[in-house]
């Protein structure tokens, strides 16, 4: 039996509560399959669509009237990670029976522990919420202290950093749960950051990449093998010229050549090779996989996907 950590992407979940609970009965099928070939799956998960929403919506009704609520950015990725985590489960259940299966399904609320000192605070870059005018933009950024940057010329949006992850503050807990066999669906979003004060845990408004969330999730839980699963069936380079060629198999010393050569972008793929090569850098004999949802299985088996090992 392999253990194995999943990261799904979050616009692979849709955009509002009625697409989303659609879209997971599908996105939840090729998980399913590799938990019946016998693997010990934990599944992790994106939010970038559905944090997005939630903040939005209070950040909507609070400009419409001071008297509603406003809803820090912590909050929205908890809120997120419930939302999302009860369509999964809901999904991941029904799926778990109708194949004959006996293990349960639990979402954990996880916090992300991120150092203060990390160099993304002193430069946010992570996009959230709407474009505003100038006006408006520069009301926020008094009221609310906002970071608020022009975007492409369409408007201003508030930028959040996005710190790496140094621990998962549910870890113990998730250990015990997949030991006792269950499916365990956590660090949803990236996790929610937190940085250590003391005893306490204190949230901070920043988006943690759900790639490098579930890898450090992956070398914290020793597993044998990190799968992220996105819109394509293969990592390319050379993309979208005549010279594109899918990768097959590659090693981290060509991932770190190929990073060098700027075959990948920042926003796309280079997170996702750059979270499977420090999951399989951690240890020996770790594989990392990316491939499509619909073809989980296939990569697997070694028929699809782009395997990454030392």
């Known amino acids: 039996m392999r253990k194995i950590v ?15 609970m659609e879209k997971v009965k599908h996105a939840v099928k090729p998980i399913i399959e590799l938990v019946e070939q016998g693997n010990e799956v934990i599944l992790a998960h ?57 293990q349960q399904v639990a979402t954990i609320i996880t916090q992300v522990e991120v150092d203060e000192n990390d160099s993304a605070f002193q430069n946010p870059t992570k996009p959230i919420g709407k474009f505003y005018d100038l006006k ?12 608020m940057i022009e975007d492409a010329s369409r408007g201003y949006r508030r930028v959040v950093a ?13 250990k015990s749960m997949v030991k006792a ?45 990190l799968v992220i699963l996105t819109a394509v069936n ?8 005549p010279q594109e060629k899918d990768l097959d198999n590659i090693t981290v010393k060509e991932i770190d050549e190929l990073i060098l050569e700027g075959h990948f972008l920042k926003g796309s793929m280079l997170p996702k090779i750059e979270a499977a090569r420090m999951f399989v850098s ?8 990316i491939a499509s949802l619909e073809e989980a299985k296939e990569a697997l088996l070694g028929h699809t996907g782009t395997r990454i090992t030392n």
């Open 6 to 20: 999943v990261a799904l992407g979050g616009n692979a979940l849709g955009h509002n509560s009625i697409d989303q």
């Open 46 to 102: 994106g939010n970038g669509p559905q944090v997005g929403m939630i903040n939005l919506a209070f950040e909507t009704s609070y400009n419409v009237s001071n008297n509603n609520p406003d809803m820090p950015f912590p909050e929205c990725g908890a809120m997120s990670q419930g939302y999302i985590g009860y369509h999964l489960q809901n999904a991941l259940l029904t799926e778990l029976k109708n194949k004959g299966l006996k």
């Open 136 to 147: 408006t933009a520069k009301e926020f950024a008094e009221k609310k202290g906002y970071i």
């Open 162 to 174: 996005s710190p790496k992850p140094v621990n998962i503050v549910e870890i113990e807990i998730i």
């Open 181 to 225: 066999g269950h499916l365990v669906v956590t660090v949803g979003g990236g996790g929610i950051p937190v940085i250590k004060k003391g005893n306490e845990f204190i949230g901070v408004p920043a988006v943690i990449d759900k790639d490098f969330a579930s890898a450090k999730l992956a070398d914290l839980l020793d597993v044998d093998m």
């Open 234 to 241: 293969k990592v390319k380079i050379n993309f979208n010229t």
């Open 282 to 289: 951690g240890k020996k004999h770790r594989t990392a996989i």
